[in-house]
């Protein structure tokens, strides 16, 4: 997972020892030099137990055996062909939820187990970024997708895994200004560290009102500046843990315009102080994690990295780090607890990241999406970008439509685009003639919308009026041949499986709304699917178990679920 200097990513001489004293095994670690960020790595290409690995790097057997018992990556067992296979919303909506039988007959084993001679391993995993053409599997890293997948997987059908569709419906693009705009990458960075300052690129990031892509929103320059108020050394990590099924803008500018996210996060790390930049992949990412390792070397050589950049005296390395299986190690503090080396759990806030984050270092977390605006910011200024937009929700976002669009595709467009131009115009409506039942906006912390609602501006103010949210932007179309009990299934399916476990509203709410969706209608499950709801929402620490009961009432109310509050 890690590829550090000295094995601890973002652990430099100047004291993460005496700055970060809140988990017992970085103290343990500290104290006796032990490589605790490590054991991601040696979990992954160890098939020793996590006591014998423990017990090799001097640490406590908990230390090993949390990450080995929490990451997917770490618990599905592993035979020599190893086949993840996408059971979340996009794929399920395009193959009508049969896929994933179709596929354990062909290779004759089930999800999660290895076949019965040895030979091959299925895991069910949530999201692999192929939304626009699913159903979809990765075969080691080669990926498959389309109808006839169980063929492909058996070599009777050719394989397929087409490339991701982009245009642009703003007025001129942004974060695909490389991909459309015929706009060079590095054509600001090197001006910006031989003469810019980063009191001028804050300036510029501010005046835009950007804000971050990956769910939250939280305005970038309010980010940047909260970790300046705290002594240095400081660390921006690019968050490539896209983990929204529906969403695949991240793999799409990981893979096809790296050059242009590592320059925007080296800009936000001038502009912070930050003398190290990390790219968090997904591991169901492999491509996208290759392609940005090749980009770093790649820019390492051209000079726009490492020591004394443009004779700016200002030195600058990056690290591309690959996740271990986890929807929730998208959430910034979870991404840096996996970084650790630790369970990719969430921890209570405050203190917030900016203030003290990987190793007790000020970190700045920014969407992969976010920082491939700020060169384009940086370079025509803030107020050309917060043109775009709403007053009140600057720029641009990267809509992804899923399969079931006639057009399906990455579409660039102004936030406050109207729902329905995306659908229709830009996706052509359903394709084979369905029709439309439901769009899940944002992932499943996003919520549903119905065909009767899709007048509504692409916008969180707007989206929130109908229980739904912006979210990372993935628009999921569900048409006529799945009930309103499928879908919400699959959704609890997926909060189960997701939840970190950290705390109980989540971990016991997500597990006992999975079981309560199976119940029949009655009015004592339906207060008790209320209760769930209600606790999950008020008691969770963090947006996953927040968010899942509003998810859960929107599509109640689209597809008039009675035994669920809407």
Known sequence: MHEFPAGRPGAGAEGWRERNTDDPFLRYAARFDRP?????????????????????????????????????????????????????????????????????AALGVEAGACSADGSVSLQ???????????????????????????????????????????????????????????LQPWQVWPDVAASGTPEDVLDRVEAAQLRGRGGAGFRAAAKWRAALEHPAPRVVVANGDEGD??????????????????EGLALACFAVGAATGIVFVRSEYPHAAARLREAVAEARAAGH?????????????????????????????????????????????????????????PTVVNNVETLSAVPWIVQHGGPAYAALGTPDEA??????????????????????????????????????GRELRALQIGGPLGGFLGP?????????????????????????????????????????????????????????????????AERPDTPDIGRERGEVLRSMAAGSLCA???????????????????????
């Open 395 to 432: 720029g641009t976002v990267l809509a992804c439509l899923s399969e079931r669009f006639l057009r399906p595709g990455a579409y660039e467009v102004e936030i406050g685009t109207p729902v329905r131009r995306i659908v229709e115009e830009l996706g052509g409506g359903l394709r084979d």
């Open 452 to 516: 009767q609602d899709i007048d509504v501006p692409l916008s969180d103010a707007a989206l929130s009026r109908f229980g739904a949210a912006l979210g990372h932007v993935g628009i999921v179309a569900f048409d006529d041949r799945l009930t309103g009990a499928q879908v919400l299934q699959n959704l609890w399916d997926f909060a189960a499986a997701e939840s970190c476990g950290q705390c109980s509203p989540c971990r016991v709410g997500s597990w006992r709304g999975r079981a309560l």
């Open 305 to 361: 990295l490492g020591p004394n950049v443009a004779g700016s005296g200002f030195s600058l390395n990056f690290h591309v780090v690959e996740g271990a299986g986890s929807y929730v190690s998208g959430e910034e503090t979870a991404l840096i607890n996996g970084l650790e080396g630790l369970r990719g759990t969430v921890r209570p806030r405050p203190p917030f990241p900016a203030t003290r984050g990987l190793y007790g270092q």
């Open 245 to 262: 099924p529906g969403s695949y803008a991240d793999r799409l500018l990981m893979e096809e315009d790296p050059h242009r996210v590592l």
């Open 36 to 104: 605790v960020g490590e054991i991601p790595d040696v979990l992954r290409s160890s098939v020793a137990a996590p006591a014998d690995i423990a017990r090799t790097l001097g640490l406590p057997a908990a230390a090993v055996e949390g990450p080995a018992s929490y990451f997917a990556d770490f618990t599905a067992p592993r035979a020599a062909r190893h086949v993840r296979v996408c059971t979340a919303a996009a794929c399920f909506a395009a193959a009508g939820g049969a896929h994933l039988a179709e596929v354990e």
């Open 544 to 566: 996953f178990g927040r968010r899942v009961p509003a998810a859960v009432r929107s599509l109640a109310r689209v597809y008039g679920l009675t035994g669920w509050p809407a």
């Open 124 to 182: 069910a995993v949530r999201c692999l970024g192929y939304c626009f053409t699913g159903p979809a599997a990765l075969d080691g890293v080669d990926p498959h997708a389309g109808p006839e997948l169980a063929a492909q997987l058996l070599g009777a059908a050719p394989r397929t895994a087409p490339p991701i569709p982009v245009s642009c419906a703003s007025p001129f693009p942004v974060v695909t200004a490389g991909l459309l705009g015929g």
